[in-house]
């Protein structure tokens, strides 16, 4: 088994149920709110994978988004701004056992994340993001985001957005991550095997939610007319029609769009082990007397 805690129970153990996962503190997002969604996903997948809670680590940086790991019984860290990867990264390079699960926003990963983002999945670090894609900065209440449609009028851009959207699944697959789907969040059941087919996945898995903000950019009636299921014969190991298919976006496809297998950092950099095992630190240090 390579990296992280993926195995089943073990036989005779108890299983371990959904609300295990629950810390008990309620979520304080508004009514409505599409992470409702990817929160019970996460529960389910956990769950189905019968995962340890003390082998699980959420990640999160700033954001509604964020506060996920406030409601997970695992272990988590509620970080900085746009800096969850490098926290997850350091995390799984210290304990490559551990499951890790970064969650966050659009903004966080797609804005000042960015370059966090592109390095971990070029470096296929063995982790599962999950980014809810809200189009929006929700906590900061409603200014635009780089997956705001183009146009799209708020406090931070009162003539439109200009800029063209980033397209995440597309600068995930170009990013070189291993593992690339999109959930909705009001199809929490699907979206929970996809989460845990991220989890399986021994690499960089990048999972695009969208994930409606009530509140201030309501898309569940767009989403609900575009989403659509990947084709029951869909090669997810064609690049090639991945990339097609993240460019189609008057359609947003949803279910495992890409995956590979490929070295994760963790696996490859334990193979510098025994080059440091052998330096001899006494012959080292006669050099010098
Ligand atoms: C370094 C830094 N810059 C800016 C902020 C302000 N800030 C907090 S959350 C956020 C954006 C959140 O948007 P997103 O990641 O999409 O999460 P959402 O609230 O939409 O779930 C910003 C700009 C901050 N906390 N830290
Ligand atoms: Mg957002």
């Known amino acids: 088994m390579p990296d992280g805690a993926k195995v089943a129970r073990a036989p005779g153990a108890e299983v371990i149920s959904v609300k295990e996962y629950k810390s008990g503190d309620k979520p304080i997002w508004c009514p409505g709110c599409g992470d409702f969604g990817v929160l019970s996903a996460t529960y389910k997948a956990l769950a189905a994978l019968q995962l340890q809670r003390h082998e699980v680590v959420v990640v999160s940086g700033i954001g509604c988004s964020s506060r996920t790991p406030y409601f997970l019984s695992t272990f988590g860290v509620h970080g900085v701004h746009g800096r969850s990867l490098p926290i997850a990264t350091g995390i799984k390079l210290a304990n490559p056992a551990l499951t890790i699960l970064v969650m966050g926003g659009d903004g966080d990963l797609m804005s000042i994340g960015t370059g966090h983002f592109t390095h971990a999945a070029a470096r296929n670090i063995d982790l599962t993001c999950v980014m809810m894609d809200n189009q929006t900065y929700g906590l900061t209440k409603a200014q635009s985001s780089p997956t705001s449609f183009l146009g799209h009028k708020s406090k931070s851009t009162p003539y439109g957005v200009v800029a063209k959207p980033i397209n995440p699944v597309l600068f995930a697959l170009a990013s070189g991550a291993s593992y690339v789907a999109r959930g909705y969040s009001a199809r929490p059941n699907d979206l929970a095997d996809i989460i845990a087919g991220g989890i399986r996945h021994p690499g960089f898995a990048f999972i695009h939610v969208q994930s409606p ?60 082990e025994p080059d440091t095992k052998q330096f001899d630190l006494t012959a080292y240090l006669q050099r010098f007397s």
């Open 213 to 272: 903000c009530a509140e201030f950019f309501n898309t569940y009636d767009y989403y609900d007319e575009h989403v659509e299921s990947l084709p029951p014969d869909w090669d997810a190991h064609d690049l090639k029609a991945a990339v097609d298919l993240a460019l189609t976006e008057e359609k947003r496809h949803l279910g495992v769009i890409y995956e590979e297998e490929r070295t994760a950092l963790s696996d490859a950099v334990r193979k510098f």
